[in-house]
């Protein structure tokens, strides 16, 4: 019986060392979902001079931005004439501090941003943007939709997942470990859903509203720290699952061999 213990024992090792690089992986993940559903640059749009184009129209394009009956049709148009950046909860744009009629253009520019409200967020989206009377764009809407409840969902997966594991170790178990790994198995879906809903919202509002010549848009970092946490969640799940199912089977093997 020694020589199989003392491969049982190497077997653990090797169970606590997946089990420690899932955690950590496990761990980065929901670090960078938090920072991507925190920070405001999931997309950017890049103009050529912003400031001449803001000291054409005023303080007027920051007004109509933060008003409350601002569509939008209203506030994708200051985004690409302001250096906008857009992100899960908050849109923002690049204005000079001091913008009046009579000023000359200035270059000390400020970034300034408006939180979408909850209503905003569940609010639908129109066949043409910003007119009320072309109909309920479905595709728009439930993506838009969805690309704000999925990360919560995935999130919330991951922190349950994570008491489930609290427990196992609280019960000398490895087994529950299974329902870790699924847990964030389903979290890395919700993530990818949601990073394919959010590319297929803003290619469907570009067709609906092309970018000028002048403005380029990409996609920024905190889209890229979601499409990250997505493959480290798959991994980290791999690993709960592949440690647990692994380890009971080494238990009931080493069980049948001593009763034999």
């Given amino acids: ?3 199989y213990s003392r491969k049982g024992a190497m077997m653990d090792n090797r169970f606590a060392t997946a ?3 899932a955690c950590v992986l496990s761990l980065i993940s929901t670090i960078y979902m938090a920072a991507s559903i925190g920070t405001d640059f999931w997309y950017e749009y890049h ?7 803001v000291s054409e129209a005023g303080r007027s394009i920051w007004e109509e ?9 209203t506030y994708t148009d200051a985004l690409f004439r302001c250096n906008g950046t857009v992100g899960l909860w908050r849109r923002c744009i690049t204005v000079p501090k001091n913008s009046h009629w009579y000023s000359p253009p200035e270059t ?3 970034t300034n941003c408006i939180s979408f409200s909850l209503s905003d967020q569940f609010m639908e989206k129109y066949i043409e943007p910003g007119n009320h009377n072309s109909g309920t764009d479905l595709n728009r809407t439930y993506l838009w939709r969805l690309q704000f409840l999925l990360p919560f969902v995935s999130l919330g997966l991951m922190c349950f997942g994570a008491l489930i594991g609290l427990c196992a170790c609280a019960c000398r178990s ?6 870790t790994g699924v847990l964030h ?3 890395g ?6 990073v394919g809903c959010y590319v297929a919202g803003i290619e469907l509002l570009h067709k609906k509203l092309p970018l000028p010549d002048d403005v380029r848009g990409e996609f920024g970092w905190s889209f890229c720290l979601a499409c990250v946490s997505a493959p480290l969640q798959f991994m980290a799940a791999a690993l709960f699952i592949w440690a647990a199912r692994t380890n009971r089977k080494e238990f009931t093997l080493l069980k049948a061999y001593r009763v034999a």
């Fill in 108 to 110: 000390d520019m400020t």
């Fill in 185 to 187: 198995f389903l979290a």
């Fill in 19 to 21: 089990l420690v690089i």
């Fill in 174 to 179: 490895l087994y529950p470990a299974i329902a």
């Fill in 1 to 3: 019986l020694f020589p």
């Fill in 65 to 73: 931005f933060v008003s409350e009956e601002a569509d939008e049709k």
């Fill in 189 to 194: 879906l919700c993530t990818l859903g949601l």
């Fill in 47 to 53: 103009t050529l001079s912003p400031a001449e184009n």
